[in-house]
Nanobody
Framework: QVQLVESGGGLVQAGGSLRLSCIASGSTFSSYAMGWFRQAPGKEREFVASISWISGRATYADSVKGRFTISGDNAKNTVLLQMDSLKPEDTVVYYC????????????WGQGTQVTVSS
């Protein structure tokens, strides 16, 4: 059974930084890609950032470009999200995700970690 374990969420003042981490385990193979999403209560889950292990390309939502940086290690099935210049609107639950097959959606999700940015 695949398990994603997240850490790094917390409380920070506006303009501050946090670093989220995620480790995926329980799969014989490395993930095809990993990423981060976030979701506010009553809202659909929103894409934040992802990284493709095949191409090495990182992709970001417009709302976080220039502020967030995704990185990781394919062999270790780990992914990090460095969040700088945090804003109050970044105050949501963040979820780690892994994609295991080409052409598939993200199929494994972490439990979520709360990020709270005070003004």
């Amino acid at each position: 059974q695949v398990q994603l374990v997240e850490s790094g969420g917390g409380l920070v003042q506006a303009g501050g930084s946090l670093r989220l981490s995620c480790i995926a385990s329980g799969s014989t193979f490395s993930s095809y890609a990993m990423g981060w999403f976030r979701q506010a209560p009553g809202k659909e889950r929103e894409f934040v950032a992802s990284i493709s292990w095949i191409s090495g390309r990182a992709t970001y939502a417009d709302s976080v470009k220039g502020r967030f940086t995704i990185s990781g290690d394919n062999a270790k099935n780990t992914v990090l999200l460095q969040m700088d210049s945090l804003k109050p609107e970044d105050t949501v639950v963040y979820y780690c995700a892994a994609k295991w097959l080409y052409g598939a959606d993200f199929g494994s999700w972490g439990q979520g970690t709360q990020v709270t940015v005070s003004s």
